[in-house]
């Protein structure tokens, strides 16, 4: 039986462009939102190690595109277990579709047949397909030659790591946007002694501050040091 493609996904609310900590990426946010539009580049491939916020960017993507009333999908194949190929069976419908983490169905002959079908029709029908991955088409192994050359079609982007002084300011951003206020010796406090990716920072950020709303008190270092000790 063949399966029926979800219609519909989880919208991730607070993962959109706004919430993002651009930092030395601006030039890419530009270009993922003019491929959205329909211009400039009809793929990208985004790539960078975990956690530096490539997920984050492809919901982006999707918010985006539905914010301009172009139907969008947004897929994530590290839960390629849960479903079968025929998940790609009519994504091509979509305007807009954005396939995370690719490597998770490398070397598994029936998920890259698929999914190199897939992009074959998608982009035939002139629609926008955004892929991220931890690493470059070259230097992943890829059994389906098609899947190999199709993934070089378009773009290929870096997502440039925020370190020092900008991973500081990230995490500022991001406090303020949840209405936490945190100082740069709290920020580079976290950043330097606890958590080196993004998304863990971003976690522990969400417990420290319904931590702070609970003792009533603002996030200092000797108050962090008494709240990382039960996190």
């Not at 790591?161 to 406090?175: E, G, H, M, Q, R």
């Amino acid at each position: 039986m063949t399966e029926q493609y979800p219609l519909h996904f989880e919208f991730r609310a607070n993962q959109t462009f706004d919430d993002f900590f651009a930092g030395a990426n601006q030039a890419i946010i530009d270009d993922l939102k003019q491929c959205v539009m329909g211009d400039d580049a009809q793929q990208i491939f985004l790539w960078a190690k975990s956690g530096q916020g490539k997920s984050h960017l492809l919901q982006a993507c999707c918010h985006y595109a539905q914010s301009h009333e172009r139907p969008s999908f947004y897929f994530d194949l590290a839960r390629y277990h849960r479903h079968t190929p025929s998940i790609f069976l009519g994504l091509d419908d979509y305007d807009v579709v954005c396939i995370d983490n690719v490597d998770w169905i490398l070397e598994k002959d029936k998920w890259e047949q698929a999914f190199s079908y897939f992009m074959q029709r998608h982009y035939e029908r002139g629609n926008r397909l955004i892929i991220s991955s931890t690493n470059l088409p070259n230097h992943m192994t890829i059994k389906t030659l098609d899947l190999k050359t199709r993934l070089s079609w378009g773009a290929i982007m870096q997502l440039r790591t925020l370190v020092d002084t900008s991973s500081v300011d990230a995490l500022i951003f991001k406090a303020d946007s949840m209405g936490l206020e945190i100082s740069p010796q709290v920020g580079r406090f976290l950043t330097i002694q606890h958590y080196a990716e993004l998304d863990s920072l971003w976690a522990m950020l969400e417990k420290l501050d319904r931590a702070s709303l609970s003792a009533k008190r603002k996030l200092t270092i000797p108050f962090l040091k008494q709240l990382l000790l039960n996190v």
